[in-house]
């Protein structure tokens, strides 16, 4: 595995595929660019965050293939994090979500059900009014320059 500085133009960021691996999420986008030539880079790019379009600085890191039928890959990263894109929750993030506002939803609909039986008096001496906590779901907060084995 080597890693470079490399000035490319991103023309291209592409979401692929997410997924968690040990707990963690991630998000892999396929990646099209020029080089600083302008010339168009004919290596499979990849990158595990979302690449703003333009002309950046870029720390490309060439993995090899665990099978050797297939190319290495080159995933590139921001040399300086401050240009990056702010990330998009994760579709396990987005789901998390939906689940709470579905939930607060149905907690407002059944209060209001509550409210009209007991205002209509329906069941007033069987059930006795309780003010028991809605359960809430938890919430989660949040090298050497070597550059011979990169052709671009």
Same mark, same amino acid.
């Given at each position: +595995?080597?890693?470079?500085?490399?000035?490319?133009?991103?023309?291209?960021?592409?979401?692929?595929?997410?997924?968690?691996?040990?707990?963690?999420?991630?998000?892999?986008?396929?990646?099209?660019?020029? #080089? #600083?030539?302008?010339?168009?880079?004919?290596? #499979?790019?990849?990158s595990?965050?979302?690449?703003?379009?333009?002309?950046?600085?870029y720390?490309?890191?060439?993995? /090899?293939?665990? #099978? /050797?039928?297939?190319?290495?890959?080159?995933?590139?990263?921001?040399?300086d994090?401050?240009? $990056?894109? /702010?990330?998009? /929750?994760?579709?396990?993030?987005?789901?998390?979500? +939906?689940?709470?506002?579905s939930?607060?939803?149905?907690?407002?609909?059944?209060?209001?059900?509550?409210? $009209?039986?007991?205002?209509?008096?329906?069941? $007033?001496?069987?059930? $006795?009014?309780?003010?028991?906590?809605?359960?809430?779901?938890?919430?989660?907060?949040?090298?050497?320059?070597?550059?011979?084995?990169?052709?671009?």
């Amino acid at each position: +595995m080597s890693e470079a500085v490399k000035t490319l133009t991103i023309t291209e960021c592409r979401h692929k595929k997410s997924g968690t691996t040990n707990g963690r999420d991630w998000s892999l986008y396929t990646v099209s660019a020029v #080089d #600083d030539t302008g010339l168009p880079v004919q290596q #499979d790019l990849i990158s595990f965050s979302q690449l703003p379009l333009g002309t950046n600085q870029y720390k490309v890191t060439t993995k /090899p293939s665990r #099978d /050797p039928q297939y190319p290495p890959s080159y995933s590139l990263e921001l040399a300086d994090k401050s240009k $990056a894109i /702010p990330q998009p /929750p994760s579709p396990a993030d987005e789901g998390h979500e +939906m689940l709470r506002e579905s939930i607060r939803l149905l907690n407002d609909r059944v209060g209001a059900l509550e409210a $009209a039986v007991r205002g209509a008096g329906l069941f $007033a001496s069987t059930y $006795a009014q309780t003010d028991v906590p809605v359960a809430q779901p938890p919430v989660q907060v949040g090298a050497a320059n070597d550059t011979d084995d990169i052709p671009f």
